[in-house]
Each structure stands twice: as C-alpha cells, then as structure tokens.
C-alpha cells in the first residue's frame, strides 16, 4: 500500500470563542491510502488542547505511514490497527482506522456504518454551535439556524460574568423557541458556582450541559451530576476508555470525540462499556472538515446527543457528502465514508 499526505488551512467562517480560546483556523493533515487503484482517506486536525501542531502530525502520520507500508492489504493491516499507530496520539490512529475504513469499504462495496455494524445509514438532528458573543448576535444566529431546520443548539460559556451567558442563553431561546439546547462552558465556570448556575440553567429549559469545571477532578464532577438538576456530560475529563470506565454510570453523558478517543473501534467500545450503565453517548467532534466529521456520522445512531457541526463552522468545505445544512447529519450509502472532494475550489496545500 502507498501512503501520502496532504495540508490544507481550514478557515472558519467566522471565529469561534470559548471560555479558554478563539478558533479562526485549522490545519487538516490527510492521509490517504491506496492499493489497487483505490484510494481511502482520513484527516487529523490541529490542537492546541490537545498539544498537536502540523509538525507532529505529520511526524506521526509518516510513521504510521511506513507502518502501513508493510502489510498486504488494507483488511489485514485495519485488523492489525493496534501495531500500525503505536504509541501515536488518538487523532493519529483515528485518522489512520478512517482512511483504511474508507478504504476497505470501497473494496467491499460497502458504507462504513455496515462495516461498523449498523444495517441502515444513520442520520442524525445535529447540534449546531454559537460561541461566545453578544446576546444580540447569538439571536440572530439562532433564528437564522432555526429558520434553516436546526432543532439542537449548544450555546458556549462560561464568560468571566455568569450573567453574560444567561442573557446569552435567554437571547437564543426567545429567538428560537422550539430548539433544544445544550450548552458547553469547556470547564469555565468554578466549583463554587457550578450547583447554583445549573440550578438556573435548568430553569432556561437548558437540556444539558457539558464539562462545566475544569477538567482534572473526575470523582468531584461526578458528585456535581449526582445532584445536578440537569443532565452533565463529561468531556475534558472523559478522553479515554479507561476514563469512561470510572465515569460510568456517575455522569448522565460522556462526549466521545474520535479525535481524543482514538477513532470509530474506540468510540464503539466507550459506548459498548456505557451502555445500560445510566450514562448516554454523545458524539462530538473538532472543527474540521466534511472528511473528518464522516465517520463519526456512520455511528451516529448510537448516540442520545449529535454534534457533528465542524465541518458547518467552515467559510470552504474541502469535501461533502455528509450534510448538515438544514440541521440534519446523514452517512451516505456510498462505499466507504461516502465523501468526495467539493466541486469548488479548494483551499491551497500548506508546507509541514
């Protein structure tokens, strides 16, 4: 099998601001995979959190590439994942077990979600996020995405003044009344003021709230979901299988994203161990593009929360084939991911 990578700038449409960050661009690293005149894709984007730059992206890809390199075919080699993405970064192995899914779908004539055990082509009502801005334009972006057919919005918080974000969240729901919202602090708000916050949250109609403190105290996020009034779903503090395990069943979600867990087989287990356990799934995701959001979209009717929207928060979209316009997510029936280049112009490559 020959490997090669390729880079492309992903610019958001406009920029994105958390309680820790402002996003405005990405680099996405792509691998592709080919034997036999087929081709298999799969994408790894920047992070600052998660300490991943283009250079060590492409550093680890190269080498999972010369892994790659050494088996038969891409079915024995996506067998044999474990030993081709040893000790690399989860969103290196999941670009790795996406671009081989890809592949090996096509061979098989199949779509990924038959390969990951799904019969019917999952679709899914997506989240779609507003970031951390004033209460006037959070509206009118909420209105505007209603008008467009979302149900689900996750408003960002955790703005130095809590009434900041309340107000924010007052502005989305009088602007679009029959969305359900989540809302994401990304671990901004204090221990201290964690109980009263979801207390008036809840009385928003707010329908879940993601890692609201800081990551790093597991077992005192799950005291705080004990007496929550509504529903937490741990994310900085839910990366791994191993912190899933410890978390089940003590938080109400854990936010699986392909990227921090690993890729498709790794989110398959999180939600195989969670499952019964009182704790849903929800699947997240990075800002990226249509390529790297498809395969967490073939496993998408597994999940109780969807938010898929990376590749939504773009100005150019390098690929389709998943949707999401309209609020609605949809894995293709195509073989493989089931995504192809965008008919428009794409972004120029970068230089590692």
């Known amino acids: ?106 061979r098989a004539g199949k779509p990924a979600h038959r390969l990951l055990g799904a019969a019917a082509a999952p679709t899914a009502a ?29 408003v960002k918080a955790g703005s130095a003044d809590p009434e900041d974000d309340i107000a924010r969240v007052r502005a989305v729901r009088a602007a679009a009344p029959g969305v359900r919202l989540l809302l994401d602090p990304n671990g901004g708000w204090s221990r201290s003021a964690a109980p009263r916050l979801l207390g008036r949250f809840a009385e928003l109609g707010v329908e879940a709230v993601e890692q609201p403190v800081a990551p790093g105290d597991p077992e005192g996020l799950a005291r705080l979901a004990a007496r929550s009034p509504l529903p937490v779903v741990a994310d900085e503090d839910a990366v791994s299988f191993e912190d899933a395990r410890r978390l089940a069943g003590r938080v109400h979600g854990i936010n699986v994203k392909l990227a921090k867990c690993g890729g498709p087989g790794a989110a398959l287990r999180i939600a195989a161990l969670i499952a019964g356990s009182g ?31 990376g590749h939504l928060l773009l100005a150019h979209d390098p690929w389709t084939g998943i949707g999401g316009d309209d609020g609605t997510v949809r894995a293709s029936a195509r073989p493989g991911l089931g995504v192809h280049p965008s008919p428009a112009p794409a972004p120029a490559e970068v230089r590692p």
């Open 1 to 106: 099998m020959k490997c090669a990578l390729t880079t492309v700038e992903l610019r958001l449409a406009e920029p994105l601001r958390i309680s820790r960050s402002t996003t405005t661009a990405r680099h996405a690293v792509r691998l592709s995979v080919g034997h036999q005149g087929l081709h298999g894709h799969g994408e790894a984007v920047t992070s600052v959190y998660y300490g991943l730059d283009t250079g060590a992206l492409h550093q680890w890809l190269q080498r999972s590439s010369r892994a790659l390199a050494r088996f038969p075919d891409p079915e024995t080699a996506l067998a044999a994942l474990p030993e081709i993405a040893t000790d690399a970064p989860p969103a290196v192995t999941a670009a790795v077990e996406s671009a081989l899914l890809d592949l090996v779908g096509k």
């Open 126 to 154: 997506t989240a779609r996020t507003i970031g951390i801005t004033t209460p006037s334009r959070a509206a009118a972006l909420a209105g505007r995405l209603a008008d467009q057919g979302f149900t689900v919005l996750k």
């Open 279 to 309: 704790t849903d799934l929800m699947l997240g995701c990075l800002t990226a593009s249509s390529l790297g959001i498809a395969p967490a979209v073939h496993l998408a009717d597994r999940a109780r929360w969807t938010d898929l929207d």
